[in-house]
């Protein structure tokens, strides 16, 4: 099974005007720190919360993807999509809690850290 | 992914008939019942009663297990409770984060929702 939960917005702004909102400071969390490669380091920090990820995949200004969690709470999948429209942008939310793909190839659940590479295949297969 | 969707069914969905959600209140009182139990509380028929309660399986929320030329159902209810709590606030957060992005730049039309989907295996 997988929780999901699924948002669009339109948005009179290009592309690049959105992914700029969406991965700078004030959005996400409001300090947001994202190393835009696959692989790469991802802090949100609102106040006293702070979720720690990663990136799985990055390209500006269409697609982001990203697994974040608060500590000792299981990872959560992000998907953002940004895709040109006539007047904007439209701007897609998918949030996912694959667990239990997790559990079927035998990975331990992420407490992120070092098991990414392990179950990055994994994911890919989801 | 809407294939998965429709295959999964859609957990409020399944929650937003008042039918659906009396023979859930049922089924938790008394477990393993079979449709034509459930029936004999409700003004409907038994086959309306089939019907629902497929719905409800779809998304996850019943067991269905075969006994002799009958299905007895049962809740499911401890994803049932923890996936609607973790939609429901992770929803939130997002429906806000939209509602600030939208501010920010000028947006209209939003539209989602949460469901519940199966992982083919």
Do not use: C, N
């Amino acid at each position: 099974m997988t929780d999901r939960v699924e948002r669009e917005l339109e948005l009179p702004v290009a592309p690049e005007s959105v992914w700029d909102a969406i991965t700078g400071d004030g959005w996400l969390a409001d300090e947001v720190d994202l190393e835009l490669r696959p692989g790469g380091d991802a802090q949100f920090r609102s106040g006293q919360e702070v979720r720690e990820g990663w990136v799985e995949e990055a390209l500006a200004p269409s697609r982001l993807a990203f697994w974040w969690a608060s500590d000792g709470e299981p990872a959560s999948r992000v998907e953002l999509t940004i895709e040109r429209r006539d007047q904007g942008s439209s701007l897609r939310v998918v949030e996912t809690r694959p667990l239990d793909v997790l559990d079927l190839v035998g990975v331990p659940l992420p407490g992120l850290g070092g098991a990414r590479r392990s179950f990055g295949p994994a994911l890919v297969a989801a | 992914m809407s294939s998965q969707r429709d295959l999964a069914g859609d957990v409020f969905g399944a929650l937003s008939d008042p039918t659906r959600r009396a023979l859930l209140s049922s089924l938790a009182q008394h477990p393993a019942a079979t449709a034509t139990e459930l029936a004999a509380d409700l003004p409907i028929s038994r086959q309306a009663v089939v019907k629902h309660l497929g719905a409800l399986a779809d998304a996850g929320l019943l067991d269905r297990e075969r006994s002799g030329r009958e299905v007895r159902y049962r809740v499911t209810p401890a994803p049932l409770s923890e996936a609607v709590g973790w939609m429901a606030d992770v929803g939130a957060q997002w429906d806000d984060r939209l509602a600030t992005l939208s501010r920010q730049l000028g947006g209209a039309r939003a539209a989602g929702g949460a469901h519940r989907g199966e992982i083919p295996r």
